[in-house]
């Protein structure tokens, strides 16, 4: 029955696209024209053969989501798990690879956990978010560890930048007894500006998990909790000679219950960071960034007596160049150097380790309508040594709207610290994983619709098992990404499907927790001062376990929203989350929310 479903929602909206007219994913889905994760500068998206989503801040509250992996999900190539709602253990698949295999920026400076290796999406609150862009496809050449299967790069909240200071608010309340509020404020004067923010989401949440049986059984029936207090700050400014310094801080802060021992934390994740930026010649702009990254966890019993303290940071260092050579030719040549550490309750072998990267990219036009990008990047870290990656990428746009492009890149994964050096556990003679990745595609931007159709083969090798921790795994996949997108009668409409086959070549079975079928449907409409909208999510089973034992069924959820503007300052709105409550799971025996809403009043001045 589900792959009847599946297929039905595919082809009635394969079918009915065809005949839709002009094409409106602009609208609903905002597509700045120029992307600066794909290349470390910014770059005209019609110019690039890897393949990029971008949420600006207008995405974010059109679509009415409450947190970062909600609006990650509808992202073409995108699979993800969670475990219990709110500000649960929450990770992301991206084109099939492992959840560490994705390299996580905030505002250029690499965040996630040293230890586990990924960063923590559910505690990133949505609010202080400006923009997300999403590069799938292996970046190591360009930003070294962890960039297998791409790279999400999240920038802070800047708000307008007008001499008349630019106020927003937002309190809203929905199912489960969740509330929030949030403000922001931002300006500039002369030739400075500045942004500041705040937030708050405190939910009782769902009971995480069903009970289990076994050695580890599990029956805590309660429902599980979650607060987020975040605050953003930003402030910059412009000398006459087109140097620029700025600076900016987000901390997000609270506590998420679960079941199990333990079965609390407290957690506080944090950026903070500058840059300076000024030209050298008229031609050669240098950019330095320093920042650092906190990922802090203190982790308590049932009865609230200590159980762990995991605290980790990543300091980062960034020196960039782009150079342009003439119209046609731009060369971008720089550093990073980084430094992790960990401060925990449990001992460590080691507490730190560094990690050194150059790099050089070519972005080239030729004949006006082919565009190449060619980067090579050397690594040498601390913990296993050097490693070098290089990425090239070709891109043909011709007449009649059509573009053809393919790409061929290599990346790495270092081990983690627990992988390393974990007590009775790690092993410090891990290899760093290793990938090869090629892919070709083809796109239209016509009248009747824009389109954009990509296939795509990954290979890793040293794939690191969990007992014993060694380099023996190894993976193929194999995957379609489709993204349409038209108008018809004032509706938006876009389409995202992903066919997937995540092997792994040693068994032959499929990789743990990664669905082969995913497509993303999305409606809206203004009508005056109303709009409305609907997304829908249809995902087929997965297997939860290595040994593909554990089948956790497909399923498919419907959201309604709707908006009215009472007039240019004021907003009422309203989500009707999973319409038909539907009662799934991603991860066995974890549980997602049933029916839900949530009704939210804005002002802007």
Same mark, same amino acid.
Do not use: C
């Given at each position: 029955?589900?792959?009847?479903?599946?297929?039905?929602?595919? *082809?009635?909206?394969?079918?009915?696209?065809?005949?839709?007219?002009?094409?409106?994913?602009?609208?609903?889905?905002?597509?700045? !024209?120029?992307?600066? @994760?794909?290349?470390? @500068? !910014?770059?005209?998206?019609?110019? *690039?053969?890897?393949?990029?989503?971008?949420?600006?801040?207008?995405?974010?509250?059109?679509?009415?989501?409450?947190?970062?992996?909600?609006?990650?999900?509808?992202?073409?190539?995108?699979?993800? +798990?969670?475990?219990?709602?709110?500000?649960?253990?929450?990770?992301?698949?991206?084109?099939?690879?492992?959840?560490?295999?994705?390299?996580?920026?905030?505002?250029?400076?690499?965040?996630?956990?040293?230890?586990?290796?990924?960063?923590?999406?559910?505690?990133?609150?949505?609010?202080?978010?400006?923009?997300?862009?999403?590069? &799938?496809?292996?970046?190591?050449?360009?930003?070294?560890?962890?960039?297998?299967?791409?790279?999400?790069?999240?920038?802070? &909240?800047?708000?307008?930048?007008?001499?008349?200071?630019?106020?927003?608010? !937002?309190?809203?309340?929905?199912?489960?007894?969740?509330?929030? +509020?949030?403000?922001?404020?931002?300006?500039?004067?002369?030739?400075?500006?500045?942004?500041?923010?705040?937030?708050?989401?405190?939910?009782?949440?769902?009971?995480?998990?069903?009970?289990?049986?076994?050695?580890?059984?599990?029956?805590?029936?309660?429902?599980?909790?979650?607060?987020?207090?975040?605050?953003?700050?930003?402030?910059?400014?412009?000398?006459?000679?087109?140097? !620029?310094?700025?600076?900016?801080?987000?901390?997000?802060?609270?506590?998420?219950?679960?079941?199990?021992?333990?079965?609390?934390?407290?957690?506080?994740?944090?950026?903070?960071?500058?840059?300076?930026?000024?030209?050298?010649?008229?031609?050669?702009?240098?950019?330095?960034?320093?920042?650092?990254?906190?990922?802090?966890?203190?982790?308590?019993?049932?009865?609230?007596?200590?159980?762990?303290?995991?605290?980790?940071?990543?300091?980062?260092? +960034?020196?960039?160049?782009?150079?342009?050579?003439?119209?046609?030719?731009?060369?971008?040549?720089? +550093?990073?150097?980084?430094?992790?550490?960990?401060?925990?309750?449990?001992?460590?072998?080691?507490?730190? &380790?560094?990690?050194?990267?150059?790099?050089?990219?070519?972005?080239?036009?030729?004949?006006?309508?082919?565009?190449?990008?060619?980067?090579?990047?050397?690594?040498?870290?601390?913990?296993?040594?050097?490693?070098?990656?290089?990425?090239?990428?070709?891109?043909?746009?011709?007449?009649?709207?059509?573009?053809?492009?393919?790409?061929?890149?290599?990346?790495?994964?270092?081990?983690?610290?627990?992988?390393?050096?974990?007590?009775?556990?790690?092993?410090?003679?891990?290899?760093?994983?290793?990938? @090869?990745?090629?892919?070709?595609?083809?796109?239209?931007?016509?009248?009747?619709?824009?389109?954009?159709?990509?296939?795509?083969?990954?290979?890793?090798?040293?794939?690191?098992?969990?007992?014993?921790?060694?380099?023996?795994?190894?993976?193929?996949?194999?995957?379609?990404?489709?993204?349409?997108?038209?108008?018809?009668?004032?509706?938006?409409?876009?389409?995202?499907?992903?066919?997937?086959?995540?092997?792994?070549?040693?068994?032959?079975?499929?990789?743990?927790?990664?669905?082969?079928?995913?497509?993303?449907?999305?409606?809206?409409?203004?009508?005056?001062?109303?709009?409305?909208?609907?997304?829908?999510?249809?995902?087929?089973?997965?297997?939860?376990?290595?040994?593909?034992?554990?089948?956790?069924?497909?399923?498919?959820?419907?959201?309604?929203?709707?908006?009215?503007?009472?007039?240019?300052?004021?907003?009422?709105?309203?989500?009707?989350?999973?319409?038909?409550?539907?009662?799934?799971?991603?991860?066995?025996?974890?549980?997602?929310?049933?029916?839900?809403?949530?009704?939210?009043?804005?002002?802007?001045?």
């Amino acid at each position: 029955m589900q792959k009847i479903l599946f297929g039905s929602i595919m *082809l009635a909206g394969a079918s009915t696209s065809l005949i839709f007219s002009t094409n409106a994913y602009s609208e609903d889905i905002n597509l700045p !024209e120029t992307v600066v @994760t794909a290349t470390r @500068t !910014e770059t005209a998206r019609h110019e *690039l053969a890897t393949a990029t989503t971008v949420f600006t801040r207008e995405d974010i509250e059109k679509r009415q989501v409450r947190t970062l992996p909600e609006l990650l999900k509808t992202a073409p190539g995108i699979d993800m +798990t969670e475990q219990g709602g709110y500000g649960k253990n929450t990770s992301i698949f991206m084109r099939g690879t492992n959840s560490d295999h994705i390299l996580v920026l905030i505002d250029g400076i690499k965040a996630g956990s040293v230890t586990s290796g990924s960063a923590a999406f559910q505690f990133i609150p949505i609010d202080q978010i400006e923009r997300v862009e999403i590069i &799938r496809g292996p970046q190591s050449s360009l930003y070294g560890s962890e960039a297998i299967g791409g790279v999400i790069q999240i920038f802070t &909240r800047k708000g307008t930048q007008t001499d008349k200071p630019s106020v927003t608010l !937002e309190t809203g309340a929905g199912s489960f007894d969740t509330f929030t +509020t949030s403000g922001t404020v931002s300006g500039k004067w002369q030739n400075s500006w500045y942004t500041l923010g705040a937030s708050h989401m405190n939910s009782q949440g769902i009971d995480a998990r069903q009970p289990t049986t076994g050695f580890f059984a599990i029956n805590e029936p309660d429902r599980d909790g979650y607060y987020n207090t975040g605050i953003n700050a930003r402030a910059g400014h412009r000398f006459d000679n087109n140097s !620029e310094i700025e600076a900016f801080f987000m901390r997000s802060f609270g506590k998420t219950e679960f079941d199990g021992t333990p079965n609390k934390t407290d957690f506080v994740n944090q950026v903070v960071g500058s840059t300076a930026s000024f030209d050298i010649l008229d031609n050669w702009r240098s950019t330095l960034r320093f920042g650092q990254t906190q990922d802090d966890g203190d982790s308590f019993h049932p009865n609230g007596s200590f159980f762990s303290r995991f605290n980790t940071s990543r300091w980062n260092a +960034t020196w960039l160049n782009n150079i342009t050579i003439n119209p046609n030719h731009r060369v971008t040549l720089g +550093t990073d150097y980084r430094v992790d550490e960990v401060q925990s309750s449990t001992r460590y072998y080691e507490t730190s &380790r560094y990690d050194v990267g150059v790099f050089g990219e070519l972005h080239s036009s030729l004949f006006d309508d082919h565009f190449l990008n060619a980067s090579l990047r050397w690594d040498d870290n601390q913990a296993f040594g050097e490693s070098v990656t290089g990425n090239f990428g070709w891109r043909y746009n011709w007449d009649y709207g059509l573009s053809a492009f393919a790409s061929f890149g290599n990346a790495f994964k270092a081990p983690t610290f627990n992988q390393l050096y974990f007590p009775n556990y790690g092993n410090p003679n891990l290899k760093a994983e290793q990938s @090869t990745s090629f892919e070709a595609g083809i796109a239209g931007n016509h009248e009747i619709a824009s389109w954009e159709l990509r296939a795509y083969h990954t290979n890793i090798d040293n794939l690191i098992a969990i007992f014993p921790v060694e380099n023996v795994d190894k993976a193929q996949i194999d995957g379609i990404e489709g993204e349409l997108s038209t108008r018809i009668l004032g509706w938006n409409n876009s389409l995202n499907m992903a066919l997937l086959s995540p092997r792994d070549r040693v068994t032959n079975l499929n990789l743990a927790r990664r669905s082969s079928q995913t497509l993303s449907y999305d409606l809206s409409r203004s009508f005056d001062a109303v709009d409305v909208g609907a997304h829908v999510i249809a995902q087929g089973s997965r297997f939860d376990d290595r040994a593909n034992l554990t089948k956790v069924s497909g399923f498919v959820t419907v959201d309604l929203r709707t908006a009215y503007h009472i007039n240019k300052n004021w907003m009422l709105s309203a989500k009707l989350n999973n319409l038909l409550d539907k009662q799934y799971q991603t991860v066995d025996t974890y549980n997602n929310f049933g029916r839900n809403f949530f009704f939210t009043i804005h002002y802007n001045n």
